[in-house]
């Protein structure tokens, strides 16, 4: 596994969207050997993958979508993964300040983080790891980021990537790739964890490996890697040459 080059250039491929599989399992390692592989860093998504925010979420953003007159599920369907920007542009009407927008909803989730918890076994599988071989990439702004990693009791991470720092947000791959780049990787050497479509699509067109946390949906989209309920049955094993091989608690 080489160091990466380091690049600051944001890289747009095509969203492909995933498409659910009901009969996938629940499990790491199931049909994908996740177990017998060695990853050079781990890249976190946010919100609904190591951080239970749900609530606060679907709150903010309907309450966003009543203010203004559109469908609320359509746009908290379309909400996930994805910069509230990019949301609020493609849904708002014309006119719309997009950044005041986002203030007010940043606002709202800000204000909110008594309701913000870390998904079962996120902190001791992250505090577990080495300093420069995992990052959280995140569609949220940076300032909320920091609240919501802190309130849930999460280890700060040393690359942390939020909205303001690509070009273009989920599902172009610029965040992950931008992560492995700062962690001196290979992307194609990292494993994404991630929930949501945008960002699994993300993780696969940045030409990384994805596992699929299913914490906080209740169907899924599953085909585009393992996948795990939460971290409570799941540990990792650092190599002498600090790679990361996932193992699970009682096997």
Same mark, same amino acid.
């Given at each position: 596994?080489? %160091?990466?080059?380091?690049?600051?250039?944001?890289? $747009? /491929?095509?969203?492909?969207?995933?498409?659910?599989?009901?009969?996938?399992?629940?499990?790491?390692?199931?049909?994908?050997?996740?177990?017998?592989?060695? !990853?050079?860093? !781990?890249?976190?998504?946010?919100? +609904?993958?190591?951080?239970?925010?749900?609530?606060?979420?679907?709150?903010?953003?309907?309450?966003?979508? #009543?203010?203004?007159?559109?469908?609320?599920?359509?746009?908290?369907?379309?909400?996930?993964?994805?910069?509230?920007?990019?949301?609020?542009?493609?849904?708002?009407?014309?006119?719309?300040?997009?950044?005041?927008?986002?203030?007010? *909803?940043?606002?709202?989730?800000?204000?909110?983080?008594?309701?913000?918890?870390?998904?079962?076994?996120?902190?001791? !599988? *992250?505090?577990?790891?080495?300093?420069?071989?995992?990052?959280?990439?995140?569609?949220?702004?940076?300032? /909320?980021? *920091?609240?919501? &990693? $802190?309130?849930?009791? /999460?280890?700060?991470?040393?690359?942390?990537?939020?909205?303001?720092?690509?070009?273009? +947000?989920?599902?172009?791959?610029? #965040?992950?790739?931008?992560?492995?780049?700062? @962690?001196?990787?290979?992307?194609?050497? #990292?494993?994404?964890?991630?929930?949501?479509?945008?960002?699994?699509?993300?993780?696969?067109?940045?030409?990384?490996?994805?596992?699929?946390?299913?914490? $906080?949906?209740?169907?899924?989209? $599953?085909?585009?890697?393992?996948?795990?309920?939460?971290?409570?049955?799941?540990? #990792? %094993?650092?190599?002498?040459?600090?790679? @990361?091989?996932?193992?699970? &608690? +009682?096997?």
């Amino acid at each position: 596994m080489t %160091k990466a080059k380091r690049s600051e250039k944001p890289v $747009t /491929l095509p969203y492909e969207a995933p498409v659910p599989d009901t009969n996938a399992q629940q499990a790491p390692a199931r049909g994908n050997n996740m177990h017998d592989r060695r !990853f050079a860093a !781990f890249l976190f998504d946010m919100d +609904g993958t190591i951080i239970n925010s749900i609530e606060v979420a679907i709150d903010a953003w309907r309450k966003w979508a #009543c203010r203004h007159g559109l469908d609320a599920d359509e746009v908290t369907q379309a909400m996930h993964g994805v910069r509230a920007a990019e949301t609020i542009a493609r849904f708002a009407p014309a006119g719309t300040d997009i950044d005041h927008e986002v203030a007010l *909803l940043t606002d709202a989730e800000f204000a909110a983080v008594d309701k913000i918890k870390a998904i079962a076994g996120a902190r001791l !599988f *992250l505090t577990a790891l080495p300093h420069d071989r995992w990052a959280i990439v995140t569609s949220s702004p940076r300032r /909320l980021a *920091l609240q919501r &990693i $802190t309130a849930a009791g /999460l280890p700060m991470p040393k690359v942390l990537i939020t909205a303001e720092d690509v070009v273009a +947000g989920k599902p172009a791959p610029d #965040c992950f790739i931008a992560a492995a780049n700062r @962690l001196e990787v290979e992307i194609s050497d #990292c494993l994404v964890w991630e929930d949501a479509p945008a960002g699994i699509a993300a993780g696969k067109a940045a030409g990384a490996t994805v596992m699929i946390v299913m914490a $906080t949906h209740a169907n899924p989209a $599953t085909n585009a890697g393992a996948t795990i309920v939460d971290y409570q049955n799941l540990a #990792c %094993k650092i190599g002498p040459d600090g790679t @990361l091989m996932l193992k699970q &608690i +009682g096997r």
